[in-house]
Protein backbone atom coordinates (compact mmCIF):
# COMPACT_ATOMS: atom_id res chain seq x y z
CA UNK A 1 0.00 0.00 0.00
CA UNK A 2 1.07 3.04 -1.28
CA UNK A 3 1.68 6.59 0.97
CA UNK A 4 -1.22 8.15 -1.20
CA UNK A 5 -3.52 5.17 -0.24
CA UNK A 6 -2.84 5.89 3.60
CA UNK A 7 -3.57 9.17 3.13
CA UNK A 8 -6.83 9.03 1.23
CA UNK A 9 -7.67 6.35 4.03
CA UNK A 10 -6.60 8.61 6.73
CA UNK A 11 -9.02 11.67 5.45
CA UNK A 12 -11.67 9.01 5.25
CA UNK A 13 -11.21 7.89 8.71
CA UNK A 14 -10.98 12.19 9.52
CA UNK A 15 -14.28 12.97 8.07
CA UNK A 16 -15.94 10.76 10.80
CA UNK A 17 -14.14 13.79 13.23
CA UNK A 18 -15.75 16.05 11.92
CA UNK A 19 -18.52 14.56 11.09
CA UNK A 20 -19.04 13.78 14.92
CA UNK A 21 -17.50 17.41 15.53
CA UNK A 22 -19.96 19.33 13.51
CA UNK A 23 -22.80 17.86 14.68
CA UNK A 24 -22.09 17.96 18.35
CA UNK A 25 -21.38 21.96 18.00
CA UNK A 26 -24.33 22.56 16.45
CA UNK A 27 -26.81 20.49 18.65
CA UNK A 28 -24.66 21.00 22.18
CA UNK A 29 -25.17 25.03 21.79
CA UNK A 30 -28.59 25.06 22.26
CA UNK A 31 -29.63 22.89 24.32
CA UNK A 32 -26.98 23.85 26.53
CA UNK A 33 -28.56 27.29 26.58
CA UNK A 34 -32.15 25.58 27.07
CA UNK A 35 -30.75 23.37 30.03
CA UNK A 36 -29.35 27.07 31.62
CA UNK A 37 -33.23 28.39 31.75
CA UNK A 38 -33.33 25.05 33.44
CA UNK A 39 -30.75 25.46 36.11
CA UNK A 40 -31.86 28.71 36.87
CA UNK A 41 -35.06 27.91 36.40
CA UNK A 42 -37.34 29.42 39.44
CA UNK A 43 -39.57 26.03 39.21
CA UNK A 44 -37.78 23.68 41.68
CA UNK A 45 -38.15 20.37 40.30
CA UNK A 46 -37.13 21.34 36.88
CA UNK A 47 -34.52 23.49 38.13
CA UNK A 48 -33.04 20.17 40.58
CA UNK A 49 -33.82 17.82 37.47
CA UNK A 50 -31.12 19.81 35.45
CA UNK A 51 -28.77 20.39 38.02
CA UNK A 52 -28.88 16.63 38.67
CA UNK A 53 -28.21 15.94 34.67
CA UNK A 54 -25.60 18.60 34.74
CA UNK A 55 -23.96 16.98 38.06
CA UNK A 56 -24.25 13.63 36.54
CA UNK A 57 -23.02 13.97 33.13
CA UNK A 58 -19.77 16.44 34.78
CA UNK A 59 -18.98 13.74 37.05
CA UNK A 60 -18.51 10.39 35.01
CA UNK A 61 -16.20 10.14 32.17
CA UNK A 62 -17.17 10.78 28.27
CA UNK A 63 -16.06 7.45 27.53
CA UNK A 64 -18.60 5.06 29.87
CA UNK A 65 -21.27 7.92 28.70
CA UNK A 66 -20.53 6.60 24.88
CA UNK A 67 -21.02 3.07 26.54
CA UNK A 68 -24.14 3.54 28.16
CA UNK A 69 -25.71 5.23 25.26
CA UNK A 70 -25.07 2.36 23.49
CA UNK A 71 -26.10 -0.23 25.41
CA UNK A 72 -27.86 0.88 28.11
CA UNK A 73 -30.82 1.31 25.97
CA UNK A 74 -30.84 -2.10 24.34
CA UNK A 75 -30.66 -3.68 28.03
CA UNK A 76 -33.71 -1.77 29.40
CA UNK A 77 -35.88 -1.13 27.07
CA UNK A 78 -34.82 -3.53 24.16
CA UNK A 79 -33.65 -0.80 21.61
CA UNK A 80 -31.02 1.12 20.27
CA UNK A 81 -30.01 3.83 18.01
CA UNK A 82 -29.61 2.19 15.15
CA UNK A 83 -25.60 3.05 14.51
CA UNK A 84 -22.91 3.41 16.60
CA UNK A 85 -22.39 6.77 14.90
CA UNK A 86 -25.73 7.49 15.80
CA UNK A 87 -25.25 6.65 19.41
CA UNK A 88 -21.72 8.51 19.47
CA UNK A 89 -23.58 11.81 18.26
CA UNK A 90 -25.93 11.51 21.16
CA UNK A 91 -23.29 10.70 23.84
CA UNK A 92 -21.31 13.88 23.04
CA UNK A 93 -24.48 15.89 22.78
CA UNK A 94 -25.34 15.19 26.55
CA UNK A 95 -22.08 15.48 27.46
CA UNK A 96 -20.87 18.74 25.70
CA UNK A 97 -24.81 20.33 25.96
CA UNK A 98 -23.97 19.71 29.55
CA UNK A 99 -20.63 22.05 30.08
CA UNK A 100 -22.00 24.82 27.41
CA UNK A 101 -25.01 25.01 30.39
CA UNK A 102 -22.51 26.09 33.13
CA UNK A 103 -20.69 28.27 30.52
CA UNK A 104 -24.13 30.07 29.64
CA UNK A 105 -24.80 30.34 33.27
CA UNK A 106 -21.67 31.68 34.21
CA UNK A 107 -21.92 33.96 31.57
CA UNK A 108 -25.60 35.16 32.54
CA UNK A 109 -24.90 35.52 36.46
CA UNK A 110 -21.74 37.85 35.97
CA UNK A 111 -24.48 40.51 34.25
CA UNK A 112 -25.34 42.88 36.42
CA UNK A 113 -28.57 42.82 38.04
CA UNK A 114 -29.37 46.49 37.84
CA UNK A 115 -29.21 46.19 33.91
CA UNK A 116 -32.56 44.21 34.33
CA UNK A 117 -33.88 46.77 36.62
CA UNK A 118 -32.93 49.67 34.63
CA UNK A 119 -34.82 47.44 31.03
CA UNK A 120 -37.43 46.90 33.13
CA UNK A 121 -38.05 50.65 34.17
CA UNK A 122 -37.85 51.82 30.34
CA UNK A 123 -40.91 49.28 30.07
CA UNK A 124 -38.89 46.77 28.52
CA UNK A 125 -40.38 43.08 29.65
CA UNK A 126 -37.48 40.47 31.09
CA UNK A 127 -37.30 38.61 27.95
CA UNK A 128 -36.54 41.64 25.86
CA UNK A 129 -33.98 42.77 28.10
CA UNK A 130 -32.32 39.90 28.30
CA UNK A 131 -32.37 39.74 24.14
CA UNK A 132 -31.71 43.34 23.44
CA UNK A 133 -29.44 44.15 26.42
CA UNK A 134 -27.68 40.85 28.46
CA UNK A 135 -27.45 38.15 25.48
CA UNK A 136 -24.68 40.19 23.31
CA UNK A 137 -22.75 40.61 26.57
CA UNK A 138 -23.39 37.39 27.56
CA UNK A 139 -21.79 36.10 24.21
CA UNK A 140 -18.46 38.25 24.37
CA UNK A 141 -17.94 36.63 27.96
CA UNK A 142 -18.44 33.42 27.19
CA UNK A 143 -16.24 33.37 23.93
CA UNK A 144 -13.31 32.58 25.18
CA UNK A 145 -14.53 29.84 28.01
CA UNK A 146 -16.39 28.33 24.87
CA UNK A 147 -13.24 28.53 22.44
CA UNK A 148 -11.69 25.97 24.83
CA UNK A 149 -14.29 23.45 25.14
CA UNK A 150 -14.29 23.47 20.99
CA UNK A 151 -10.95 22.48 21.37
CA UNK A 152 -11.11 20.03 23.26
CA UNK A 153 -14.39 18.36 21.30
CA UNK A 154 -12.02 18.47 18.08
CA UNK A 155 -9.73 16.04 19.82
CA UNK A 156 -12.28 14.04 22.37
CA UNK A 157 -14.02 12.97 18.80
CA UNK A 158 -11.45 10.27 18.97
CA UNK A 159 -12.69 8.54 21.42
CA UNK A 160 -15.67 7.55 19.28
CA UNK A 161 -13.25 4.46 18.52
CA UNK A 162 -13.58 2.66 21.77
CA UNK A 163 -17.23 2.03 20.56
CA UNK A 164 -16.31 0.78 16.78
CA UNK A 165 -16.95 4.16 14.93
CA UNK A 166 -14.04 4.18 12.20
CA UNK A 167 -12.44 7.82 12.61
CA UNK A 168 -8.78 8.66 11.71
CA UNK A 169 -7.29 7.19 15.03
CA UNK A 170 -8.81 3.66 14.59
CA UNK A 171 -8.00 3.69 11.14
CA UNK A 172 -4.65 4.43 11.62
CA UNK A 173 -4.82 1.60 14.15
CA UNK A 174 -5.40 -0.97 11.70
CA UNK A 175 -1.96 0.12 9.72
CA UNK A 176 -0.16 -0.27 12.95
CA UNK A 177 -1.39 -3.84 13.18
CA UNK A 178 0.54 -4.55 9.64
CA UNK A 179 3.48 -3.23 11.25
CA UNK A 180 3.43 1.22 9.83
CA UNK A 181 3.42 3.40 12.86
CA UNK A 182 4.08 6.02 10.88
CA UNK A 183 0.26 6.48 9.87
CA UNK A 184 -0.44 6.65 13.69
CA UNK A 185 1.59 9.25 14.27
CA UNK A 186 0.42 11.42 10.99
CA UNK A 187 -3.04 11.44 12.70
CA UNK A 188 -1.55 14.30 15.08
CA UNK A 189 -0.69 16.70 12.00
CA UNK A 190 -4.66 16.56 11.22
CA UNK A 191 -5.69 17.19 14.96
CA UNK A 192 -3.44 19.79 14.79
CA UNK A 193 -4.35 21.15 11.37
CA UNK A 194 -8.05 21.48 12.77
CA UNK A 195 -7.43 23.00 16.32
CA UNK A 196 -5.31 25.53 14.28
CA UNK A 197 -7.89 26.60 11.68
CA UNK A 198 -10.34 26.54 15.31
CA UNK A 199 -7.50 28.90 16.52
CA UNK A 200 -7.63 31.77 13.60
CA UNK A 201 -11.56 31.03 13.69
CA UNK A 202 -12.61 31.24 17.45
CA UNK A 203 -9.65 34.21 17.28
CA UNK A 204 -11.51 36.17 14.57
CA UNK A 205 -14.92 36.14 16.34
CA UNK A 206 -13.55 37.34 20.10
CA UNK A 207 -12.24 40.03 17.47
CA UNK A 208 -15.51 40.73 16.13
CA UNK A 209 -17.01 41.37 19.54
CA UNK A 210 -14.05 43.67 21.02
CA UNK A 211 -16.24 46.61 19.02
CA UNK A 212 -18.54 46.02 22.60
CA UNK A 213 -17.11 47.08 25.85
CA UNK A 214 -19.19 46.82 28.32
Not at 12 to 32: D, H, M, Q, R, Y
Not at 62 to 70: D, N
Not at 111 to 133: C, D
Amino acid sequence: MNNLQIFMQLCEGFKENLIIFAVTLIASLPLGLLITFGTMSKFPPLKWLMKTYVWIIRGTPLMLQLFVVLYVPGLLWGWNFGTRMSATLVAFILNYSAYFSEIFRGGIESIPKGQYEAGQVLGLTRVQVFLKVVLMQVIKRVVPPISNEIMTLAKDTSLARIIGVGEIIMSAERFAKQGLITPLFSTGLFFLAMCGILTLLLGFVEKKLNYYKG
